[in-house]
């Protein structure tokens, strides 16, 4: 019987090699995003293990990066990620992630009504607009998971709190940003966030171009 079980330094360049390509059926996570880091108390926020969905995204479309396999520690421990967005409009850019499709999850804001604004024990989530994704789908407000129980085709959801391991809080106010997204062991509905990252604000004018280059070592 084992009793140790490691990953080689081979096995983990057999990872990062496998995340490359349309093969196997799990889509490489290579498209690049951005956003604003969020609107409500506190913002921008921090990026944690428990985040499925960026805090707000930004208008301008997902950009498919260039990836491969590089060296950190041992030979092509690293998957990378390159890829290039251009702002289209004066804006300050707070957070990149990468997701494994160009397409936008549905999103919308929180409406007046909601009995989770000002509250981390309350159920009721009202929303700008019709909630289009299925019951029983998740969906992040600020920095906590939610998982939607009730409520879909319609303004008016019941939602189950601090899901994936995020804490419930108490901050939520009416405009902050809802957005589908997907905890392990959901797909579909463009919500895998594979990669997020945050950082302080980087002020940008209509035009400014950023490349983010993302990397994320087995070792």
């Not at 990468?98 to 009504?113: C, E, I, M, Q, R």
């Not at 009202?126 to 906590?144: G, K, M």
């Not at 463009?190 to 280059?213: E, I, K, R």
């Amino acid at each position: 019987m084992a009793t140790t079980v490691i990953v080689t330094r081979t096995g983990d360049a057999i990872v990062s090699g496998r995340m490359i390509g349309s093969s196997p059926t799990q889509a490489e996570p290579l498209n690049l995003g951005w956003g604003s880091g969020g609107i409500g108390s506190g913002s921008p926020y921090t990026a944690a293990k428990t985040d499925v969905a960026p805090f707000q995204e930004a208008a301008e479309a997902r950009v498919a990066g260039t990836s491969s396999q590089q060296t950190t520690t041992f030979t092509n421990d690293t998957y990378q990620v390159v890829a290039t967005i251009t702002s289209g409009s004066a804006q300050t850019i707070a957070e990149v992630f990468l997701s494994d499709t160009s397409s936008k999850p549905f999103s919308t804001t929180v409406a007046s009504g909601s009995t989770v604004i000002g509250s981390s024990s309350n159920t009721g989530l009202n929303t700008a607009a019709s909630y289009t994704p299925a019951n029983n789908t998740y969906v992040q407000i600020d920095t906590e998971v939610m998982q939607v129980t009730a409520g879909t085709g319609t303004t008016t959801l019941t939602v189950s709190r601090h899901q994936n391991g995020s804490t419930a809080i108490s901050s939520i106010a009416q405009g902050d940003v809802v957005t589908l997204g997907n905890p392990p062991g959901t797909t579909g509905n463009n919500g895998d966030l594979f990669v997020h990252a945050t950082f302080s604000g980087l002020p940008l004018s209509n035009g400014d171009s950023l490349q983010s280059t993302v990397k994320v070592s087995f070792n």
